[in-house]
């Protein structure tokens, strides 16, 4: 069964840029898509980006669309995102998310589909 652990996130100024990793072990990083979702106070989990397990193919969420960037390194069992241009209402945890698949690369928006969940990293962007 996989395992994901996330790390970078801190507190940072709007405007700033910070880089959230996320270490996977225990089954063959491969056969999974990943993604980010993030959870601010008082609000629902919400999509950020998603990629491919080959990293052929990403896709983001319309709010930090050309800001973020989702990358994977399928030889280190890691998948990264990038942050820029970072805005308050980007204060959120960030969790790391993985969907086992077989024979396609459906890049799911909602987080029923995965199955193997991070404990989150917290990033609190102040104004």
């Known amino acids: 069964q996989l395992q994901l652990v996330e790390s970078g996130g801190g507190l940072v100024q709007a405007g700033d840029s910070l880089r959230l990793s996320c270490a996977a072990s225990?089954?063959?990083?491969?056969?999974?898509?990943m993604a980010w979702f993030r959870q601010a106070p008082g609000k629902e989990r919400e999509f950020v980006a998603a990629?491919?397990?080959?990293?052929?193919?990403?896709n983001y969420a319309d709010s930090v669309k050309g800001r973020f960037t989702i990358s994977r390194d399928n030889a280190l069992n890691a998948v990264y995102l990038q942050m820029d241009s970072l805005k308050p209402e980007d204060t959120a945890v960030y969790y790391c998310?993985?969907?086992?698949?077989?024979?396609?690369?459906?890049?799911?928006?909602?987080?029923?589909?995965?199955?193997?969940w991070g404990r989150g990293t917290q990033v609190t962007v102040s104004s």
């Open positions: 225990g089954d063959t990083f491969t056969m999974y898509t």
């Open positions: 990629i491919s397990r080959r990293g052929t193919s990403s």
């Open positions: 998310a993985a969907e086992y698949r077989v024979w396609s690369d459906i890049l799911s928006s909602a987080p029923g589909p995965y199955e193997t």
